[in-house]
């Protein structure tokens, strides 16, 4: 039963690791730009939430929605002014480039919050405590219902986008082939700004989950990044549904990892990631061959 | 009408220059052909105009107005719409979302409908992806896809390229019959006979500058032919 309930947990682990990575799959999916950044702007997200929280008292569900809009903002911002300049000059300068907003992000945000840990798990109401007891060695928490559920909704969504709209159609045309793109009459440089729009918003999302599941600092961008790397990586780079069930997968490894010792968990998830490297692209002999 | 016009264009990859100092112009309804060897210039030229190719030198002029600032997504809304050398559909979209993905606002006759009307061999493969179609529906595709803009100029960067004779045909009974409803049409074409047959005038370039340029119907074929290798160089 325990090894039931780690994988059931182990789900709902992977849905939040799959909204964070969701947002890394289309930027690498639609421009081929690895975000390093992607995880200090969860964060950043989960901080901007935060400050609405402390001045207004509402819940974070709806500071959330309200700061939706800045976010957008922020990912048109992030593409103009970083990533479209950074990609006209080769496929290593984004790399480059995000590693270093990555930085200004984590400074920024220590300067403005100081180091202190913040959580907003205070402001998300009955979710984060209530749970369903299944059976004796069972349980279900609201929130990793919730998350799940969330993850679902929007990888479908995205599949809807991506598949039924013009938008959607323009994204998949630029990603193939931006010049050809271009020559039937698409803004390539706008489709791009949005899918970098689209995946700030979903790496928001992940901060608030990130925020109200447990704790965040200035600095804890990277770790995130680092499981939403995994997840996209195991999922098959930039598929969509990929990206879902690689974040379930890292999830259910690292909690039947906790099973064996508390402090194997997250070893279990690189071990997972590591393996699955191995096994798709043919050893790690293969992947330097076609990095450089 | 003049709806295009080229200015002394220069086109340059690095060093080498690919297009010198090249001038034209198309009028409304005409079918023009670029013809030359390997390596003329002809792809650049059609890029250039498209909006693909950023020109080192001289002006394109659509109505008149210099689009030589345009970018190649707002030549498409002025009604310029290029098929690429290779076709360069998009493999992972449906044949269908191929077309819808490159319908303007501009108004005008053509329509997923009316395209899958000229090119009937597309009907039954409307959801297929398009990178497993065969190289003649591909083609299709391409010019569908290009229809959909409703252009005032198509340009076509060889169209019969990997087909089969008989595909060739199919794809050209097709074009005919657009050509024929008075679009304005400036084609690049390997094979000489088609493009004398289809072309009301025929441009030659040699090492990326115009050499002969003439009706159709007045040129013979040996001057074109001597044109086209370069055998009796103007000096």
């Known amino acids: 039963m325990t090894i039931l309930n780690a994988i059931l947990q182990g789900i709902f682990l992977g849905a939040f690791y799959a909204v964070l990575a969701c947002g890394l799959s289309i930027m690498f999916g639609v421009m081929r730009i690895i975000n390093l950044a992607h995880g200090d702007v969860a964060v950043l997200g989960a901080y901007i939430v935060l400050v609405i929280v402390d001045r207004t008292g509402v819940s974070a569900f709806v500071a959330f929605l309200i700061a939706l809009p800045v976010m957008v903002v922020l990912g048109y911002a992030l593409h103009f002014s970083v990533l479209e300049r950074s990609l006209r000059a080769g496929i290593l300068t984004p790399l480059l480039a995000t590693f270093g907003l990555s930085i200004v992000i984590q400074n920024l945000l220590q300067l403005a919050f100081s180091p202190d840990v913040h959580s907003l798990g205070g402001s998300a109401g009955a979710v984060t405590t209530s749970s369903w007891q299944v059976t004796g060695g069972l349980s279900v928490s609201a929130l990793g219902v919730l998350v799940l559920v969330t993850a679902v909704v929007v990888f479908g969504a995205l599949q809807l986008l991506l598949s039924n709209t013009r938008l959607g159609w323009m994204m998949r045309a630029t990603a193939e082939d931006a010049d050809a793109a271009e020559l039937v009459g698409i803004n390539s440089r706008a489709v791009y700004a949005s899918a970098t729009a689209l995946a700030v918003v979903i790496a928001a999302l992940g901060g608030l989950f990130l925020g109200i599941r447990s704790v965040f600092d200035p600095v804890s961008g990277p770790t995130q990044l680092i499981f939403a790397f995994e997840a996209v990586v195991i999922g098959g780079m930039g598929s969509l549904w990929g990206t879902l069930l690689g974040g379930i997968a890292l999830g259910i490894a690292q909690t039947l990892g906790a099973q064996i010792h508390p402090q194997f968990a997250v070893l279990a998830g690189h071990l997972l990631f590591l393996a699955v490297l191995v096994a798709r692209f043919g050893g790690a002999r293969v992947v330097l061959r076609t990095a450089r | ?235």
């Open chain 2, 1 to 235: 009408m003049t709806l295009l016009a080229v200015e002394k264009l220069d086109c340059r990859y690095g060093l080498l220059q690919a297009v010198r100092g090249v001038s034209f112009e198309v009028g409304q309804g005409e079918t023009v052909a670029l013809i030359g060897a390997n390596g003329a210039g002809k792809t650049t030229l059609l890029r250039a105009i498209a909006g693909a190719h950023r020109p080192h030198g001289g002006r394109v002029l659509m109505d008149g107005a210099d689009i030589n600032s345009m970018p190649a997504h707002r030549r498409v809304s002025r009604g310029i719409a290029l098929v690429p050398e290779g076709r360069r559909l998009f493999g992972g979209l449906t044949v269908m979302e191929n077309l819808r993905v490159a319908a303007s606002r501009r108004p005008g006759r053509w329509s997923v409908d009316s395209v899958l009307e000229v090119f009937p061999m597309l009907q039954p493969r409307r959801r297929a992806l398009a990178a497993n179609l065969s190289g003649g529906e591909q083609q299709a595709v391409a010019i569908g896809r290009a229809l959909m803009s409703n252009p005032r100029l198509l340009l076509l960067d060889e169209v019969s390229l990997g087909l089969a004779p008989v595909v060739v045909d199919a794809v050209y009974r097709s074009l005919s019959g657009i050509i024929g409803e008075g679009a304005t049409v400036v084609l690049v074409e390997q094979d000489l006979t088609r493009a004398l047959e289809v072309a009301g005038r025929v441009i030659c370039l040699l090492e990326g500058r115009v050499v002969l340029e003439g009706r159709a119907a007045s040129l013979d074929r040996d001057r074109v032919v001597s044109a086209y290798f370069g055998l009796k160089r103007p000096a």
